[in-house]
C-alpha cells in the first residue's frame, strides 16, 4: 500500500493537472483490496479471479418433466422412484428429479397408465399415444448442460451482478475473488453546525450526516455511521489516529486559520500530505493524506457544494482503484454559453441546458446545493474558459 | 388500498397482454406508500409533496472572508467579535461568521493592520490600501440569497438525490414526505436446495438466498433476511398469514402437483389471486396474489431465470407504483435473426450482440442463469416471433 506525493501535480497550473491527477489517484489505490467475501456480499463488487465450474451444471441428469423414466419395451414394471432400470422397468419421477441408472427416456404423465396385472403394478402408453414415444434422451435434461467442470463462466475484471451470483453459486462457490469495499470513517468538524430544526443566528445546518454514507457507499466504499467533532486540535488527532478505517473523509477544517485543525493534527499523527490542495474552484482547499500504514485521509472544505466537487474529484478515483472498478469516465457537452477563464484553476460548475447547451445553474456558491439539486450535471471547464458551442467535459455523478 | 382482478388480463393471449399488465400492475399501487421519513432515510425515494424553505437561506448575512466588520470612517475602535457597530467602529470576524447590526462592509485581514491608540485599539487600512476600500455591502454574504423562505426548492415527484436531501436540510426539514420502501418477506421454498458446498445427486444450489435481497432493493422494496421454508402445506400457510410484510415474493411452489403447496396455502389464507399465471416463457407459472387487508404476495416459479423474468415482470412495476417511481420504461433494439413465435405467450429471451442485432444468448434455459449473467440484455418476443432487423422491445434489468 504505497501511493507517492510525486504522483500528483494538482498544485501545478497546468491545463492538464485535474484530470491526470484523477487518472493518477486511480491508478495508485488499483487492486489494494483483493480478497474472498460470501457470496451475499459480493454483489457490485469487481471479481479478482475468473469463476470456474466447480461441478458440472447442472451436476446430474434430471427430468425435464412429471412422469416416469424408463427403459426397453411396454408394458413396464412400476419400480420405487429411484431404482436403477433395467429392461421394461420403469419408476415415477418429477420435474427436476435425478434420472436413475439404466433409464433410456422420460414418459409424461398425460401419456401413461398405471394398471394392476399379476399382483404387480404396470405401466402402458395411455390410449392414442404413438408406439415411438419416448424416443431415446426424451424430456432428460443431461448433466453438464449449462457448463461443464472447468468451464470460465466469469472472466475477471467483472462487476458482479445478481445474476453473476446466482451463477457462482450453482458452480459451488461460497466465497468469491473480489476486491472488497474498504471501510471508509467519516469524521465531520464544524462547532456552528446543527442536526436538527431551524438553527439559530450563526449555526447552520449539517448537509453532510444524512448525505455522506449514501455518496461514499455509491463511490464503493463501506461507510461508518458519521462521527461529529468539535473544532479542536487533540479531539481531531486522537480521531485520526483512533480510524480502524482504511480510507477517512474529515468535512471541514482544511483552512489554515487558528480554527482549522486538522493540517496540525494530520501533522502530529505523522501523516504524509499527498495533494496539499487542487487547483479547482469550489474544493480548493481539499486534501489528501496518507497516515503511517497507509490509511488515506481525504480532507473536504466545509462548504456543501465545495466539499462534494473535491469528494468527486478526490475520492472518486481513489475508491475506484481500491475496488477494481473503471475509474468513473468524464462526459461531454456543448457549452451553451461562454464560461469565463481562471487563471491556474478548473471551475466545476453545475449546469442547467437551455437551447445551445450547458449554461451555469443558478444558486451555485460553493456553500450552496440548492443549485447542484436541479442541474442537469457539473460541468469542469479548463483554466482558459470555454467558448459557445465549444465540448466541455462533464464530471459523473454518483446517483 | 385495492387490487382488482379485473384490472389483469395477463391470462388472454392478445398481444399487448403483457405490456399493458405491467402499466395496470404500476398504476394499481401507486401511492399506497406516501408517509414521513427521517432525512437520511429518504436517499432514492421520490418525494410527495414540495420541499419549500422554512426560512431565508443562508438565514443570516455573514462574512466571506477572514478580517474585520466595520462602519463609518478610518480609524475604527477595535470592539469585541459581534458588537453591534457605531460610527467609526469594527470588530473582529471570521469567514461565515454572523454580521453584527451596523456593518456597513467586511475589511479583509490583509488589508488592515491593529494599533495601541489612548489605551484602546484601533484598525487602520494597511499600508497602500486604497481610501475607497472596502465600499459599502463588501464580502457580505446576503440573507436569502440561495432561497428565500417559501420558495419551492424541489418539486413533489422528484427521486432524491443526496444534493436534494442537503438542500432540505439546509431549508429547515428534519424529514420528508416521500414514498417509502414497503417492507418485502422472501420465503424460500425447495427441499432439494442447499445453501453451500457442492450438490448431492438430486440437489441444488440456493440462487435466491445471496440475490433476491439486493434485486428486491434494486426495485424500490426493503428486503427482510430471506426464509427459508420446507415444501409443506401448513408451513407455507403459517408463513404467510404470520409475514408483517407488505409484499410477500415466495419462490417455489407455484405448480399444481402434489409437492406445490403455494396455491393451496394461498386459498387457505383466503386471499384472492389477480394474477393465476403468465402469458410468458420462462415464467409462466408466476402468480400474483392479495391477503385479505391489501398485502400482495408474488409467487415465483422455482427455475431461477424463470423466477427472475416473473419478477422484473410483476415485482418490478408494483414497487415502482408503491415508490412513486416511474416505471421501468422497455427499451429496444433491433433483431439480428430470425425469433421464432410461440402461439399465445411472449418470450423473454436473454441476448447477445452480433453485427445485426440481437441474437438469442447460450445456455438461456428456465433452471439456468450463465445466459443471463453474459448477455447484453433481454429481449421481449411477441407471439408472432421477430424478423431479423425487426424492433423489438428490451425488458430493463434493475443492475
Given at each position: 500500500m504505497s501511493l507517492e506525493p510525486d504522483s500528483f501535480a494538482w498544485t501545478d497550473a497546468r491545463e492538464t493537472a485535474w484530470s491526470a491527477g484523477?487518472?493518477?489517484?486511480?491508478?495508485?489505490?488499483a487492486g489494494w483490496?483483493?480478497?474472498?467475501?460470501?457470496?451475499?456480499?459480493?454483489?457490485?463488487?469487481?471479481?479478482?479471479?475468473?469463476?470456474?465450474?466447480?461441478?458440472?451444471?447442472?451436476?446430474?441428469?434430471?427430468?425435464?418433466m412429471d412422469g416416469w423414466v424408463l427403459a426397453g419395451t411396454e408394458p413396464w414394471q412400476l419400480k420405487p422412484p429411484g431404482s436403477a432400470l433395467a429392461a421394461s422397468e420403469a419408476a415415477p419421477v418429477v420435474t427436476g428429479g435425478l434420472i436413475p441408472e439404466g433409464t433410456v427416456a422420460v414418459l409424461r404423465s398425460e401419456y401413461g397408465v398405471v394398471e394392476q396385472a399379476d399382483g404387480q403394478q404396470q405401466l402402458r402408453r395411455a390410449p392414442g399415444v404413438p408406439a415411438e414415444e419416448p424416443?431415446?434422451?426424451?424430456?432428460?435434461?443431461?448433466?453438464?448442460?449449462?457448463?461443464?467442470a472447468g468451464d470460465t463462466v466469469v472472466p475477471a475484471g467483472t462487476r458482479l451482478t445478481p445474476a453473476h451470483v446466482a451463477v457462482a453459486a450453482v458452480c459451488g462457490y461460497d466465497s468469491l475473488p473480489v476486491y472488497r469495499a474498504p471501510a471508509v470513517g467519516?469524521?465531520?468538524?464544524?462547532?456552528?453546525?446543527?442536526t436538527g430544526?431551524?438553527?439559530?443566528?450563526?449555526?447552520?445546518r449539517d448537509t453532510f450526516g444524512p448525505t455522506l454514507p449514501a455518496i461514499v457507499a455509491a463511490l464503493g466504499g463501506q461507510p461508518s455511521p458519521p462521527h461529529r467533532l468539535p473544532d479542536d486540535f487533540e479531539a481531531t488527532r486522537e480521531a485520526i489516529e483512533g480510524s480502524k478505517?482504511?480510507?477517512?473523509?474529515?468535512?471541514g477544517g482544511t483552512g489554515h486559520s487558528r480554527a482549522d485543525h486538522l493540517r496540525s493534527a494530520l501533522q502530529a499523527a505523522g501523516a504524509r500530505i499527498l495533494v496539499p490542495s487542487i487547483r479547482?474552484?469550489?474544493?480548493?482547499?481539499?486534501?489528501?493524506?496518507?497516515?503511517?500504514?497507509?490509511?488515506?485521509?481525504?480532507?473536504?472544505?466545509?462548504?456543501?457544494?465545495?466539499?462534494?466537487?473535491?469528494l468527486l474529484t478526490l475520492g472518486a478515483p481513489l475508491l475506484a482503484g481500491l475496488t477494481g472498478r473503471a475509474m468513473p469516465e468524464l462526459g461531454g457537452v456543448a457549452a451553451g454559453s461562454r464560461f469565463a477563464p481562471l487563471e491556474g484553476r478548473h471551475r466545476l460548475v453545475p449546469y442547467a441546458l437551455d437551447g445551445h447547451g450547458a449554461v451555469p445553474a443558478e444558486h451555485v456558491g460553493s456553500a450552496m446545493m440548492r443549485g447542484l439539486a436541479a442541474a442537469s450535471g457539473v460541468v469542469v471547464i479548463p483554466p482558459q474558459g470555454a467558448r459557445p458551442g465549444e465540448l466541455v467535459a462533464t464530471l459523473p455523478l454518483p446517483w
Open positions: 484523477r487518472e493518477a489517484l486511480a491508478a495508485g489505490t483490496t483483493a480478497s474472498s467475501a460470501p457470496l451475499e456480499q459480493c454483489l457490485g463488487l469487481v471479481l479478482a479471479e475468473p469463476i470456474t465450474a466447480q461441478l458440472p451444471v447442472p451436476h446430474y441428469a434430471s427430468s425435464a424416443p431415446a434422451g426424451r424430456h432428460i435434461r443431461p448433466a453438464g448442460e449449462e457448463a461443464a467519516l469524521l465531520l468538524t464544524g462547532d456552528e453546525v446543527v430544526g431551524l438553527p439559530a443566528p450563526g449555526q447552520v478505517a482504511s480510507v477517512i473523509v474529515t468535512t479547482m474552484r469550489p474544493g480548493h482547499p481539499a486534501l489528501l493524506a496518507q497516515l503511517p500504514g497507509g490509511r488515506l485521509v481525504i480532507g473536504l472544505p466545509g462548504n456543501p457544494l465545495a466539499a462534494m466537487m473535491a
